[in-house]
Structures are given as C-alpha cells and as structure tokens.
Nanobody
Framework: QVQLVESGGGLVQAGGSLRLSCATS????????KGWFRQAPGKEREFVAA????????YYADSVKGRFTISGDNAKNTVYLQVNSLKPEDTAVYYC???????????????WGQGTQVTVSS
C-alpha cells in the first residue's frame, strides 16, 4: 500500500503562487506514474497534471497549462506541483495520486493522498 502525504496548500491572493508537495516512504515510487487532481466544493474531482514514471512526459489540463508545473524528485520520493498565477477558480482540495504506468495519464490511479486545501482570494 502506497501512502501519499500532500502539503503546501494555503490561502493566497489571486496572482500568487504555491508549491504543493506529495511525499511517500514507498521506495519504489520512481516506478509509478504520478498525478495531481483537484476537487472544488460542489464539483467532481478533475485531472490537473500528470508525470510519467520516468519524468520524461508531463500532461496538463487545459485550464492550468502555462501556469502549473508538475515535477518529481525520485531521490526524495516526492512529486511537486508548482502553481503560479493563481485564480479564484483554482480554489479546491488538491490530491496527489499514483499508479503503475499503464492506461491513460488522467485515470486509473490506485493510490491517493488525503488532500491539501488551496484557497485563492480575489
């Protein structure tokens, strides 16, 4: 069982930035594909970004392209989401997720963190 722990959320003004982190003690984490998702109040959870197990490929939802960057540090068993130019509509609980590298980049994740709240004020 892969346990994921997110951190780095908070309250920020529109236009601000945060760096979200997702850490695990799973020593084989480098072999997993990783993703970030978010869920706003009253809405379904949506895909935000993903990174391949090798780190060579990244994928983004259209709504965050050019503002968010996903990256990984396999030595630290951590995946990051740098979120810049934040907008009030980015307010949500952000979840990291991991899976064995198969299927689509936006689905099929087996392991989920508990989430970290990001609130963007206007």
């Amino acid at each position: 069982q892969v346990q994921l722990v997110e951190s780095g959320g908070g309250l920020v003004q529109a236009g601000g930035s945060l760096r979200l982190s997702c850490a695990t003690s799973e020593r084989t984490f480098s072999r997993y594909s990783k993703g970030w998702f978010r869920q706003a109040p009253g809405k379904e959870r949506e895909f935000v970004a993903a990174i391949s197990w090798s780190g060579d490929s990244t994928y983004y939802a259209d709504s965050v392209k050019g503002r968010f960057t996903i990256s990984g540090d396999n030595a630290k068993n951590t995946v990051y989401l740098q979120v810049n130019s934040l907008k009030p509509e980015d307010t949500a609980v952000y979840y990291c997720a991991a899976k064995f590298p198969r299927g689509t980049y936006y689905g099929g994740y087996n392991y989920w963190g508990q989430g970290t709240q990001v609130t963007v004020s206007s």
